[in-house]
């Protein structure tokens, strides 16, 4: 496959008019602008315009990798203030990046609920809810990120007063429950069904050794939704296993200090470095791989669209390519990366920490598939 599949400008025009899509019109008509990255450095210094509808300041994120699947944005709540209300017929699961606050939640049968939240907070809008967000210090601004499948939904209707004004409650997503956002939840296998995390920095983790090197891992479900979540964590001196999956992951950092390396199959790697807020979004189908260079543990968010699975529904991410699935073996990584990697931990005094992870995978190491002739 080509790696940038650039074509010339004559070409390009034959189908300019099909880029233009109902999602970039509507974004255009709300003022703001579309960062077009894989890669922010920082979410939290990220530069917003004023949002007139909403009543408060935004950005919105959103490469051509991922634009028809699902997207990002950045809003800022101002001091003491509050964003307009509003219900969306999309899913959208937030990340509170900095400030306090609180959110209203509503349906067209009148169950009402308010719940607090802080920085590190997650949480996800029930489908078609109305919901408001209240700055609750008159001192700061708050700032949040969400990411939403409003792409998809808008350019599938193409009509805005369809996806944010129809009167219908999903009581299946949200029938007004007490404990809604209590934060409590159920835990089976990897996966927390609940509908609020209050400080997803200390959320405990499980063990994850499928995907190398002593880390955790937690997954989501939120508000009965279909969008995927999960956090991850891995020790000073490790990195995780490069892996591949669809497009729209929106990864986080929330702890720790590294980079990421990216490329689609036969390229060379790219290396994106990271602290708490950056944002990466790896392109559909492109190898990533996380790595800490750190002195302190390092872990992520990913909000993201549903992963290709086997038949006995564990994602192809965590499944090795020896075996058919989309992650790379460490043996089977290269020696530049792993260079890389102790490079990086000798300019901050570190050193590696994987010799145990490379010989235990070994253990249990699948043979290499048989090559045809």
């Keep these: 496959m080509a790696k940038t599949a650039i074509v010339s400008d004559e070409l390009a025009k034959k189908?300019?008019?099909?880029?233009?899509?109902?999602?970039?019109?509507?974004?255009?008509?709300?003022?703001l602008d579309i960062i077009s990255a894989q890669y922010v450095p920082n979410l939290r210094t990220v530069e917003l315009k004023p949002w007139a509808r909403r009543g408060?300041?935004?950005?919105?994120?959103?490469?051509?990798?991922?634009?028809?699947?699902?997207?990002c944005y950045v809003c800022e709540i101002?001091?003491?203030?509050?964003?307009?209300?509003?219900r969306q017929l999309y899913e959208e699961m937030v990340y509170v990046l900095d400030g306090r606050g609180s959110t209203t939640i509503w349906n067209e049968a009148g169950q009402r609920m308010t719940f607090e939240w802080k920085a590190g907070a997650i949480f996800a809008i029930p489908l078609n809810t109305?919901?408001?967000?209240?700055?609750g210090s008159g001192q700061e601004t708050a700032r949040y990120v969400g990411v939403t499948f409003l792409p998809w939904v808008l350019n599938l209707y193409d009509d805005p007063d369809f996806v944010f004004g129809t009167s219908y409650d999903f009581k299946n997503r949200f029938n007004g429950e007490p404990d809604y956002f209590s934060g409590k939840g159920e835990q089976k296998g990897f996966l927390l069904t609940t509908n609020f995390v209050p400080d997803a920095v200390n959320l405990p983790l499980i063990t994850a050794k499928e995907r190398g090197a002593g880390g955790g891992h937690i997954r989501f479900n939120m508000a009965k939704g279909s969008m995927a979540s999960h956090i991850s964590q891995f020790p000073v001196g490790t990195y995780k296993k490069a892996h591949a999956h669809g497009p729209g992951a929106h990864v986080i950092l929330l702890s720790g200090e590294g980079y990421s390396l990216m490329w689609p199959e036969g390229d060379e790697p790219k290396r994106y470095d990271w602290q708490p807020g950056t944002l990466i979004v790896p392109p559909n189908a492109f190898f990533?791989?996380?790595f800490n260079t750190g002195p302190t543990p390092a872990r992520y968010l990913a909000f993201k669209h549903s992963s290709p699975?086997?038949?006995?529904?564990?994602?192809?991410?965590?499944?090795?390519?020896?075996?058919?699935?989309?992650?790379?073996?460490?043996?089977d990584e290269t020696e530049y990366q792993r260079k890389m990697f102790a490079d990086a931990l000798a300019k901050h005094g570190l050193t590696t920490r994987m010799e145990e992870a490379y010989k235990t995978e070994l253990e249990t190491l699948p043979p290499k598939p048989a090559v045809s002739a």
């Design 15 to 31: 189908f300019e008019t099909e880029k233009n899509t109902p999602y970039g019109r509507w974004v255009a008509g709300e003022g």
């Design 56 to 71: 408060g300041r935004g950005v919105f994120i959103n490469h051509d990798a991922s634009r028809t699947s699902n997207d």
């Design 78 to 86: 101002p001091k003491g203030g509050k964003l307009a209300p509003q």
């Design 130 to 135: 109305w919901y408001q967000h209240y700055n």
């Design 288 to 290: 990533h791989q996380h």
């Design 309 to 331: 699975r086997n038949a006995q529904g564990v994602p192809l991410s965590w499944i090795s390519r020896r075996l058919g699935g989309n992650q790379i073996d460490y043996a």
